[in-house]
């Protein structure tokens, strides 16, 4: 493995600010990005990328990044953080096609999807990975051909009701089957590098990740009695952000995190895979009015972006995102924000105060940057969102590969 520390691959690229470009987050620039590239748009701010990775990196120090493309699987995303010295976080043949477009070493990359094809499992050995994650029997007996060139982690399941995404309920074995696995691993002459683990998306406080930290020590010690090198310990994404509801500040949620960390048996190192706490604040959706009509004594906009669009996060992420009025002030009215298509179920909010817009006006929602163009459709032909990522004051142009 040879993720790099950012300090050693960082430091040439330390962050200035944009002087002659312009801020992608102001009204201004959301403005000016809307009037070149219509909408609707998904702008991403690369500093403010790079700038939550050096967060959460500062609040787990010693902890080695490897971000989950899943969010925002993003060429421009992968670039600015491979640039930032970041490993990543793989689990689809997709994902490695683009960390193979950004040149990225294998080395900076694990492959954490508990269920693979054997095709999967190819291709991500072909690229050069050696860390996968398996939760079960037959999981682990896909590796048996691989032995020579693959190392696991058995991925453990901690169920967290606070969380707002529970992600233990789908993957992960039981934390009393898990040294049976990596025993059966080792009769297969199979390497375990150790455990892995995800609490769930948008933790509602540090305690699970925490209480699965110490139980996974537990299992890092025991497997050590019985002659296992465990050298790995993955605690998983869930790292939250602010929505329209305040998430803890990441420094307050990581310092438990590290204090149990501190514990873990010698030699063995930590990894995180954060997703959303990287580009979620990063991401912000700008759509236009296409339509409006008032029904029942209350105004209905229709905008260009919805469910089926950016928006689709308000379902599958059951996130709640902050939405304003580009243009207009005045008297807010409780309003209906709608999507474009004829489905009857794309309206983004029921119930939203706005001022009285017009049509062309733009929209904007914030925090938008995970699980929002990611799960996005092009349900009744209405295109997704394009991607406009801004460094700098620039607009990020394709990189030719
Ligand atoms: C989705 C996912 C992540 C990212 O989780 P966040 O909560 O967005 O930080 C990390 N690891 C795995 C295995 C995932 O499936």
Redesign the pocket.
């Known amino acids: 493995m040879v993720c790099r520390p950012a300090q050693a691959a960082g430091t040439a690229v330390e962050e200035v600010s944009a002087p002659a470009g312009f801020d992608p987050a102001s009204a201004d620039g959301l403005r000016r990005l809307a009037a070149t590239y219509g909408s609707p748009l998904l702008v991403i701010d690369a500093q403010r990328v790079r700038a939550q990775y050096r967060r959460l990196e500062a609040a787990l120090p010693g902890v080695v990044l490897h971000f ?1 493309l ?2 925002m699987p993003h060429p421009a995303v992968v670039r600015v953080l491979r640039d930032a010295g970041a490993c990543f ?1 793989l ?1 689809t043949d997709g994902e490695i096609d683009l960390v193979r477009r950004a040149h990225i070493e294998p080395g900076r990359c694990i492959h ?2 508990p269920i693979k094809r054997e095709s999967d499992i190819r291709t991500a050995l072909a690229y050069g990975i050696e860390t996968f ?1 398996a939760d079960n029997p037959d999981e682990i007996r896909k590796f048996a051909k691989h032995r020579h060139r693959a190392r696991l982690l058995i991925r453990v399941a901690f169920r967290s009701a606070e969380a707002v ?1 529970d ?1 233990s309920r789908k993957f992960g074995c039981d934390p009393e089957d898990a040294l049976a696995l990596v025993e059966f691993a080792r009769s297969l002459g199979i390497g375990v590098r150790g455990f892995s683990f ?1 609490v ?3 933790a509602g406080g540090p305690g699970m990740h925490v209480a699965a930290i110490e139980a996974c020590t537990r299992l890092l010690e025991a497997a050590a009695t019985r002659g296992e090198r465990c050298d790995l310990l993955d605690i ?4 939250p952000v602010d929505y329209r509801r305040a998430a803890m500040p990441i420094e307050e949620f990581c310092a438990p995190l590290c204090g149990a960390l501190a514990r873990l048996p010698q030699g063995v190192r930590a990894i995180a ?5 990287v580009v979620a604040p990063a991401g912000i959706a700008v759509a236009s009015v296409m339509g409006r009509a008032k029904r029942d004594g209350r105004w209905w906009y229709y905008l260009d972006d919805g469910l089926y669009g950016s928006y689709s996060g308000r379902l599958f992420d059951h996130a709640e995102y902050p939405i304003e009025a580009l243009e207009r002030t005045g008297e807010r009215q409780r309003s209906v924000l709608a999507g474009p298509t004829c489905d009857s179920i794309d309206v983004i909010d029921e119930d939203i105060a706005l001022p009285l817009l017009e049509i062309g006006d733009l929209v904007v929602g914030r925090s938008m940057g ?2 929002t163009w990611a799960s996005a459709t092009e349900f009744n032909f209405f295109p997704k969102a394009s991607v406009i990522a801004v460094d700098r004051g620039q607009v990020i142009e394709e990189e030719e590969t």
Do not use: I, N, W
């Open positions: 989950a899943k969010p976080d689990a954490t999807h994650v995404c992600l995800h769930g998306s948008q998983g994404g869930g790292f895979e954060p997703g959303r706490f995970a699980y």
